[in-house]
Every structure is written in C-alpha cells, then in structure tokens.
C-alpha cells in the first residue's frame, strides 16, 4: 500500500514530516506519489492566507485519489472544523496528537484498501509530547533533525503561528545531548537543531548558549551542527562566541520582515536593526563569508515608500545570501488584522518582486565568490552514477570524487565549477 507526505511551512514541519514517512515505510509501506497514493498525509501550515489556500487545493484534489487523508500541523490547530470539512476521507491531528501519527501505521498494518479510513477513525489518540519526533534517524536520509523547541513567546502583530503554537517549551539540555549522542553512534555527521522559534530555548536557564555549549562538549569533532533559524533578540555574545566552533556549520537563516525600525516596531518585532547589523558583522568575523538568509515581508502594514527602501538598502548593503520573501498577508486573530494602514495589494507585490529580483541577484554573486574556495558537505544522494550533496554554508553541490562516498558521509574539496556548482573531492 502506497503513502505519500506533503508539506508546507517550515523546517520543523519538513522534519516532522520526513519522520511520519519513515515510520509507514518502516511498517512495511511503500512512499508513492501524491495523487497515486492510498495514504496521504498533509502537514499544514498557517503562517499565510496562500499556505491554507495551498493545503485546501491538495485536499479537495486528494479526495479523487486517496483512500484516507490524514491532516496535521498549524492550519488544523486553529481552524479545524474547517479542515474536517473539505472532505469526507479525512481523519484530523491536532499539534498535540500530532506525535501520535508515528504510532498509526502499526495499527493500520494489515489494512485494505476499503478499511483504511474506518479504521483510522477508530485509532485511540493521546495527547503527546510535542517532542516526540525523537530525531529523523531514517537510513535513507543524510542529516538527522533534532527537534529541541516548540511554540514562540515573541507576540508578533502579523503572526498566525505563535496562536496556533502557543508558548515557547523545550526539550531539557540532558536529554537533547542524549539524543544527539544517539544520532552520532547511528553515524550521521550532521544534526540540524530545529524550532519554531530556536532563540526562544530556555531564557531563565541560560538560552540557547547552554544547550549549544553542552552538544560541542559532547560530540566528536567529525559531527557538524546547523540552526534551522535563528532570531536576532536572542542572539547574545556568549552564543556567538560558541558558533565560532568549526563544527558550526557557515549557514545562518535571521528572519528579518522589514529593516525599517519604524516598521519592526509597529508589528512588534523585539530586536533592532543595529543588534541584527552587528550579529551579522561578528558572524561574517567569525566564519568567514557564511550564507546569510532571511525572510521578508513585502507590505507590511504602515510601510512607506521610505521603509521599503531601508529593506531594499539593508539586503543589497549586507549582501543576504537569499530572501524568502512573503507578500503580507492579514491573519484572522491576530493583532494587525483589520490594520487600517494597509499597503496596496497592487505596490506589495511590486515590492515582493523587487526583493525576489535583489535575492536572485545577492545569491548569484555569493556563489561566485566562492568558486575556487574549500568547503565541506555532506553526501545526500545518488543518481545515474552522480553524487549529490549540500556543502557547510548551504550550496547544492554535484560531488566529483575519485572515490565511492556513502550517504551522510562528510566530505571536504573545492568548487571547481559554477554551472553545475561542482565540488571536486
């Protein structure tokens, strides 16, 4: 029986969901194709109005092909009526049951075709640890993920997602270095450090810094850490200090939104834009040209011709990497809904393509100028007699090697080519 995953949002869901799928392959399922597929999973996101739009298509198309549509994620925790709603093979999880659709494919084992939905139905949920992603420790992939928060303290005007969360919790230091051990003796070489919201980890206990500090004692110089994103406001000198560690890799995702103090202060950002200029210079010292991305929101409520122009000043001054941009959307529930100062549909996505254009831009000359340079990557995967792989500071890489290399194994040359990006071990 065929089972296929789709998902939207961010890093913390893709790992989540990479997870689900592990567990039906292991129970003796076959990953399929989305609309060829018996089981399909779909793990939403709610943080734009177009992200529930994306999940209400997949759905409503699922219903021709699927036997039993599982939904989860952000989009079910705050509008799950709704989501029931789109069609009759639906069996809905909310976050808090989310942990149990790795206990599902056992008790769907066995099951036709024609039983799966009635059964689904019937399976006992509980409500379980946001934590109990343990780790992605699924042979078939390169990097193990390691969820160690969930939820945000941050109250954002424009922010959907710290709703559908709510506050920050995070997984005790003892038992993410227990994991973390765990995924180095499987033999993975990279551990990506996952959140919602990474910086919000344990403030009274000492931060983010504490739990970064206890991994570095603990893992061999062979294994490489990398954040999913990090948040300005909670970027201190003790944290920077310990990302000088070379097992840090040289990828850093800020999310920005606007670079307008104005703007930030308006939807209730919590850091400055002189803090964010500054992590970036020390982070620039420390690793030596890292790749530097963030996300923007075109259109924020109450930006100005003036504050756009700050955005577009800052990206090309400080020559971000990439920028994930989102045209802004207003968000049921939270502050800045029904904002009058509105920003025309019409001039937020002129400003939306003016940053994808500069990103576009920003990204091409990063590549470049490490043409000749070192690097280290890991092995992600093979095809036709080619080796894949994503370098330390986030580059796509074909791996040209004398030599057979496993997945996961890290490996260490130079980029000898731009098209394709090519990195001769």
Not at 396 to 412: A, F, Q, T, Y
């Amino acid at each position: 029986m065929k089972v296929a995953v789709y998902t939207l949002g961010c890093r913390l869901n893709q790992s989540e969901s990479e997870s689900i799928l592990d567990s039906f392959l292991r129970n003796g399922f076959e990953k399929g194709e989305l609309y060829e597929s018996d089981i399909v999973v779909v793990n939403t996101c709610t943080v734009t109005s177009k992200a529930e739009q994306k999940a209400r298509r997949v759905v409503r198309k699922l219903e021709k092909s699927a036997s039993l549509i599982i939904v989860t994620g952000c989009y079910v925790e705050v509008s799950e009526e709704e989501v029931d709603g789109l069609s009759s093979k639906i069996v809905s999880f909310s976050l808090d049951e989310k942990g149990d659709i790795l206990s599902l494919p056992l008790f769907l084992k066995g099951c036709g075709k024609e039983e799966l939905l009635e059964k689904a139905r019937s399976f006992p949920k509980v409500i379980t640890s946001r934590f109990a992603f343990d780790s992605n420790t699924f042979s078939y992939h390169s990097r193990a993920y390691l969820k160690v928060q969930d939820g945000c303290d941050n109250e954002c005007g424009y922010c959907k997602t710290t709703i559908a969360r709510g506050k920050s919790i995070f997984l005790p230091v003892d038992e993410a270095v227990k994991r973390a051990l765990e995924l180095e003796d499987m033999g993975f070489h990279e551990i990506v450090l996952t959140g919602v919201n990474l910086s919000n980890y344990d403030h009274s206990g000492g931060g983010l810094s504490t739990l970064l500090e206890a991994l570095l004692s603990a893992l061999s110089s062979s294994m490489r850490i990398r954040f999913s994103s990090l948040e300005a406001d909670g970027i201190d000198d003790r944290l920077l200090s310990l990302i000088g560690d070379e097992r840090i890799f040289p990828h850093f995702h800020l999310p920005l939104q606007s670079a307008s103090q104005k703007v930030l202060s308006y939807v209730g950002r919590n850091y400055s834009m002189d803090h964010l200029r500054y992590v970036i210079d020390v982070l620039r010292r420390i690793k030596g040209d890292p790749f530097i991305a963030s996300d923007v929101i075109a259109g924020l409520p109450g930006e100005s011709d003036e504050d756009f122009a700050e955005t577009v000043d800052f990206v090309r001054k400080y020559d971000i990497s990439t920028l994930h941009v989102f045209p802004y959307s207003p968000r049921e529930g939270t502050k800045l809904y029904g904002d009058r100062n509105r920003v025309p549909e019409r001039v937020r996505d002129e400003r939306a393509g003016i940053l994808r254009k500069i990103s576009d831009e920003n990204y091409k000359k990063y590549v470049s100028r490490w043409l000749g340079k070192s690097v280290e990557a890991i092995v992600e995967r093979k095809g036709d007699g080619v080796m894949y792989g994503t370098s330390g500071n986030y580059l796509k890489v074909v791996i040209d090697s004398k030599d057979e290399r496993k997945r996961g194994e890290l490996v260490s040359g130079t980029l000898t080519s731009l098209n394709p990006l090519v990195l001769s071990v």
